[in-house]
């Protein structure tokens, strides 16, 4: 590698580093809206994890997608435009539902959009693989703990319609 393509993977790093923090920071925000006073006074089920888990488990989810979508870059970057489209995709799928759940407290709406996000993150899981095998690895816990929070945000739905 030439020191020129270190630096362009240097900073394709870092841009995919800013993306996801981008995510977390519109997440956080939209968050905060119902985090303290609107989501504790929701009947939740007990199989929940403890709120102190949320952001431990998402700056680790976070960190694993932006080294996978600069994995499948620095695989090819000209070829890797359909799968970083989907990753993108879903990254915005993502910013947007803490704004519907906590924000505008539309547990309905979240679930429909969270459904969304699930079939996203799983095509850029498919689309990841044709790349890069451990990048697409790399996701399978985001989709999991998605596939829980779909899970969750329906009882939550379910209990406090």
């Known amino acids: 590698m030439t020191s020129v393509s270190r630096t362009r993977s240097a900073a394709a790093l870092a841009t995919s580093l800013a993306a996801v923090s981008a995510v977390a920071g519109i997440g956080g925000a939209g968050t905060a809206a119902g985090v303290r006073t609107w989501y504790p006074s929701l009947h939740r089920p007990s199989w929940g994890p403890p709120d102190e888990a949320f952001g431990p ?85 985001y989709l999991a703990w998605v596939t829980f929070a779909v899970a969750l945000n329906y009882e939550l739905w379910r209990r406090n319609s």
Request: glycine share 4%; charged share 10%.
């Open 57 to 141: 488990v998402w700056t680790v989810l976070y960190a694993g997608n932006a080294v996978s979508a600069w994995l499948v870059w620095r695989a090819n970057p000209q070829e890797s435009r359909h799968a970083l489209t989907l990753y993108g995709a879903q990254l915005a799928l993502n910013a947007a539902w803490p704004l519907l759940f906590f924000g505008l407290k539309r547990p309905g709406l979240a679930l429909v959009e969270i459904a969304l996000l699930w079939v996203a993150i799983a095509s850029t899981v498919a689309a990841f693989a044709r790349r890069h095998r451990v990048a697409a690895l790399l996701l399978v816990p």
